[in-house]
């Protein structure tokens, strides 16, 4: 093994664990401990990937205040390498943690809305995508319309929770005004994630619009896709809102 | 029919400001008296969205640098192509001027640290760098600008001085040097040397960009923070790196507790007089 690299993995382990001196590191301390000198980085690293999981997942700061946030990003940090240079892609498996963080236990909605925050993250960085014009459809002959795969816009994402966490997102919002309690008993909400222009917009979907976009978004074909959405929602009206999704550049293309 | 014409153009021998989310909207709607803007390399490698219509918009005012913070140059791991893939298409689509990394390591055996973690002065860490860095700017097909960093500690195993380090890669790899004017402030003080034996060791046609930042104390060790406005001793440092290098472009950063862009616009126009003035080149 390169001195560099045993250099590297000590310096990296003296982070990590905290202990001192990982791998016999070897500094010079010139008035000052290199325990001391180490716990500058220790605070920096700690410090960048925790600020990173704030930017992300704003809601939950919010829910949870800033003290027990920091608690549980240092746990989450400690656990989940991060693996790129690019903190975009930092923290996905935030949603997934707190469902076993044991002091988060009596909030049993906080993952859902770390998973919708995660998904509006996502969102923000997806790939930009033309509306799907219409005259392309008119275009085809109506025998063809059963096979057709539609496509969601490359920023929307779909979400269903059993708890209330569209309000919950609402209340937490930083211009949020109103009336900030949520009855849990509000019961489950479908959502649609979807970046209108440039801002990211959440959507409440019913049964059948949650069924046909969830179709869609697995490659169903159209004939397969609406069964799903009447068997949802009996007397569903799939045209209307086929052309509203269309319209507002939800459904932004399909294949033959 | 339109002419198409590159977007490529040459950073002025002015101030510049970093480009942050929290101004984009002012200054596309402003669009402020400023030399450039320098935009973090990593936030721009999303698919779509905000940031890189924001990035595309600004970039017909403005021209720009791109400054990568997750390249992980000195690290023994292997080069991450696909974080070189992704800054390649952003210089192919963007046209930035200058484009720049840091004298760093911040990953090993996978894991990232996501900080600028200094590297051991010695031959074999010399060797290692300017390989990476030569592989690097092979694959981009073009020079980048190498910069200094701040650090908090000294490694044992250093036995070259940390200006003659940075000296050497330029000379070796055929970079650039981005010398960032704090961080020498910075180092001269945690580690106790004259900040102009750093600027008198570095070839005077190594420099094509200087940094400005302001820094943090804590426990007598100071802090590059980019928190704060610059200190005045790192304007005079600045306007002595002046007299060694002459005009350079130089950017003010600002990265925490980001502040009302009308302030970041008035550190760059203190830096704008500095280079404004009669320098007389010392020999």
């Known amino acids: 093994m390169s001195s560099l690299h045993e250099l590297q993995l000590g310096f990296m382990t003296a982070i990590f664990s905290g202990a001192p001196n990982g791998l016999g590191l070897e500094l010079v301390e010139n008035g000052i401990s290199g325990e001391l000198r180490l716990d500058i980085y220790r605070n920096n690293v700690f410090g960048a990937l925790t600020q990173a999981l704030r930017l992300t ?32 892609h930092f923290g996905s498996g935030f949603p997934v943690f707190l469902e076993e963080f044991p002091s988060a236990l009596d909030l049993p909605y906080l993952p859902d809305v770390a998973y919708l925050e995660w998904l509006c993250h996502i969102s923000y960085h997806s790939a930009d995508h033309m509306p799907l014009a219409l005259e392309r459809l008119a275009n085809l002959p109506p025998e063809s319309y059963d096979n057709l795969r539609f496509r969601l ?104 | 029919m339109l002419e198409v014409t590159s977007m490529a153009c040459a950073i002025p021998a002015k101030a510049g400001v970093g480009l942050r989310a929290q101004h984009y909207r002012e200054l596309l709607d402003t669009l402020p008296v400023v030399g450039w803007l320098e935009a973090h390399s990593e936030n721009y490698f999303g698919l779509g969205g905000p940031p890189l219509h924001f990035l595309e918009q600004l970039r017909f005012h403005y021209p720009l640098s791109l400054h ?29 001027a200058l484009v720049s990394e840091h004298l760093v390591w911040s990953s090993v055996a996978g894991r990232f640290l996501n900080d600028l973690l200094p590297l051991p002065y010695t031959e074999e860490a010399l060797r290692h760098v300017c390989d990476r860095i030569a ?63 750093y600027l008198r060791a570095i070839p005077r046609d190594a420099v094509q960009e200087i940094h400005l930042a302001g820094f943090d104390h804590y426990n007598n060790i100071l802090i590059d923070t980019h928190g704060k406005p610059v200190y005045s001793e790192v304007w005079n ?10 005009k350079v472009p130089t950017l003010i950063e600002w990265d925490t507790d980001i502040p009302a862009l009308s302030i970041l616009l008035k550190e760059a126009h203190k830096a704008d007089a500095i280079l404004g003035e009669r320098h007389v080149l010392a020999a």
């Not at chain 1, 700061?61 to 240079?85: C, D, P, Q, W």
């Not at chain 2, 440092?237 to 002459?246: A, D």
């Open chain 2, 68 to 96: 990568g913070v997750g390249l992980s140059l000195g690290s023994t791991d292997p080069l991450n192509f696909d974080h070189l893939g992704k800054l390649k298409s952003l210089i192919k689509r963007f046209e930035p």
């Open chain 2, 237 to 246: 440092l600045y306007r002595q790196t002046v007299q060694r290098f002459g």
């Open chain 2, 135 to 197: 592989i690097t700017q092979e694959f981009l097909g073009r020079q980048i600008l190498i910069e200094n960093v701040s650090s908090y500690l000294q490694f044992k195993a250093s036995d070259i001085p940390e200006w003659e380090f940075l000296a050497e890669v330029y000379r070796r790899s055929g970079c650039g040097i981005l010398l960032d004017v704090n961080n020498i402030y910075v180092n001269s003080v945690n580690h106790d040397f004259d900040p102009l034996n």
């Open chain 1, 57 to 88: 997942y704003p809601v939950v700061h919010t829910l949870v205040g800033e003290v027990f946030f920091n608690y549980m990003a240092k746990g989450y940090i400690r656990e989940h390498t991060s693996t790129s240079g690019d903190l975009t």
């Open chain 1, 153 to 256: 816009h490359p920023a929307c994402h779909l979400f269903a929770s059993s708890y209330p966490i569209h309000r919950i997102w609402q209340i937490c919002q930083p211009d949020y005004a109103g009336n900030e309690t949520v009855d849990i008993s509000l019961g489950g909400i479908n959502l649609l994630v979807q970046r209108m222009g440039l801002r990211i917009m959440l959507q409440p979907l019913s049964k059948g619009e949650f069924a046909l976009l969830g179709a869609f978004s697995s490659e169903q074909g159209f004939a397969e896709a609406c069964a799903a959405a009447l068997e949802a929602e009996p007397g569903f009206d799939l045209s209307g809102s086929l052309q509203r999704f269309v319209t507002q550049a939800i459904v932004v293309d399909f294949l033959e």
